[in-house]
């Protein structure tokens, strides 16, 4: 007669392939909404930044001969001097003549 341990030890193992295919389709449904949920979600999502009224063009010629191309609006004064002011830098103009020119 055999114990127990005897019996279970000598059944053969059973391999569910229901379960593993019900896995795989869990997996792949899983990861296709994540996919259509992202793209969706990125869709939606519109960055505008403000729009900036930087006033005419102008052409500044400064005494040197050289020209500056700006616009109305980044230009300003301050104790008697101009400057550029722009997004990184200041620039001293003083001295310089400002004409309203449509440049390209």
């Not at 869709?43 to 505008?48: A, F, G, L, Q, R």
Request: a neutral charge; proline letters at 3%; glycine letters at 6%.
């Amino acid at each position: 007669m055999l114990t127990r341990v005897e019996l279970y030890n000598h059944k053969p193992k059973q391999f569910s392939w229901k379960g593993l295919f019900f896995f795989i389709a869990a997996c792949m449904i899983l990861t296709a909404s994540f996919f259509i949920f992202r793209y969706y979600y990125q869709s939606t999502i519109k960055i505008e930044a403000p729009n900036e009224d930087l006033g005419e063009k102008v052409v500044i010629h400064l005494p040197n001969g050289q020209k500056v191309y700006t616009y109305d609006n980044l230009i300003i004064e301050k104790e008697g001097k101009t400057y550029y002011k722009g997004e990184r830098n200041t620039i001293d103009l003083t001295g310089g003549t400002v004409e309203y020119e449509n440049w390209e």
